[in-house]
């Protein structure tokens, strides 16, 4: 017999939370970390001196601006430079001055789930470097990314920063990495920002920092469950707990229930029972070697032209071509 479901999730939001505090052990999925709180708190950790991946990429885009320029101009007339999760643009706006210094003619096309953050984007854009044609592209990735190589002949140069990337498994990274692949064509490229293994304690630090804004931002999605589905979550019981595996190179984020407590959802209809000490999975943030990426460019039909490390050695972008 066919079982009824009884409940019927008006969004994915809802549904993902129902089983992800039905399953055992427990998980929640970090992209419901940033509504405008999360976003906040994720700008404050990027401003964290323990957060070194932001001041990483902001060297290399700094010290190996004309090179970037170099690699992206060469051969073409003009090309699409396309963002993946707009985000405020620090980095990237230092490569829009330099391609604009070096009239290298391209268009932006930033895109985000979020008009808002486009908008905001926009409007600095238009403020600081007025110069630059900036097309905003609201959607999904995948969505804007099919509808631009659609619409357009011309070079497509593809930006994924912020080892945004490492919040995905090794498998969906391929699944991502070979879903973009499909849409370019030979000469369009794809940088991507890929943290990389270190020194262990310095991956600890930076997603355990003293003043407690990680665990703010780890908690972030236990407020959003008690402000937009009626949850009763004391975030006050719950520990932010970070692990890091220097052979696998994974991080993983836990909330850790400090009691045994029942928390209850309106919306869902659910009583989630926690025993004491009992986890919520709620992010990982994969580190990488260079063996790693080239095993993921090979697996998703990609090849590595070439690489920028900061002078630190703590993070690279890793250039992609079709294979
Ligand atoms: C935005 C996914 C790159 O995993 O480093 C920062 C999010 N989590 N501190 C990361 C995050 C905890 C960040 N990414």
Do not use: C
Not at 184 to 204: A, S
Not at 208 to 219: E, L, P, S, Y
Not at 242 to 269: F, H, R, W
């Amino acid at each position: 017999m066919q079982k009824q479901t009884e409940t019927l999730f008006e969004t994915q939001f809802e549904e993902e939370v129902h089983t992800g505090l039905t399953d055992y052990p427990k998980h929640l999925s970090s992209k419901y970390f940033y509504d405008e709180k999360g976003d906040k708190l994720f700008q404050d950790i990027m401003n964290m001196p323990e957060y070194y991946l932001t001041n990483a990429e902001f060297d290399i885009f700094s010290t190996q601006t004309e090179k970037i320029t170099q690699l992206f101009a060469k051969d073409s007339e003009s090309f699409n430079l396309i963002e993946l999760g707009a985000g405020d643009g620090m980095k990237t706006k230092i490569l829009l001055q330099n391609l604009i210094d070096n009239k290298v003619d391209f268009d932006y096309l930033p895109i985000d789930i979020s008009q808002n953050v486009l908008d905001q984007l926009s409007n600095s854009l238009k403020n600081e470097i007025p110069e630059v044609p900036v097309k905003p592209q609201q959607g999904t990735y995948f969505e804007a990314l099919e509808k631009i190589a659609a619409l357009t002949e011309a070079k497509k140069v593809i930006l994924f920063l912020g080892s945004n990337i490492g919040n995905l498994l090794h498998p969906q990274a391929i699944e991502f990495l070979t879903q973009v692949q499909k849409l370019m064509r030979e000469g369009d490229l794809f940088f991507v920002g890929f943290d990389q293994k270190k020194n262990p304690q310095t991956i600890l630090d930076a997603y355990n920092d003293q003043t407690g804004i990680t665990a703010a931002f780890n908690k972030n999605i236990l407020a959003r469950i008690n402000s937009e589905l009626g949850g009763n979550f004391d975030l006050d019981k719950f520990l932010h707990w970070e692990v890091y595996n220097p052979e696998t190179g994974t991080a993983k984020s836990y909330l850790v229930s400090k009691e045994q407590q029942s928390v209850t959802i309106e919306k869902l209809d659910l009583i989630a029972d926690f025993a004491p000490w009992e986890t919520i999975h709620t992010e990982i943030s994969q580190k990488y070697d260079d063996k790693t990426v080239e095993w993921l460019a090979e697996k998703s039909g990609l090849q590595i032209e070439t690489q920028f490390t900061d002078s630190k050695n703590q993070y690279k972008n890793y250039v992609f071509k079709k294979a």
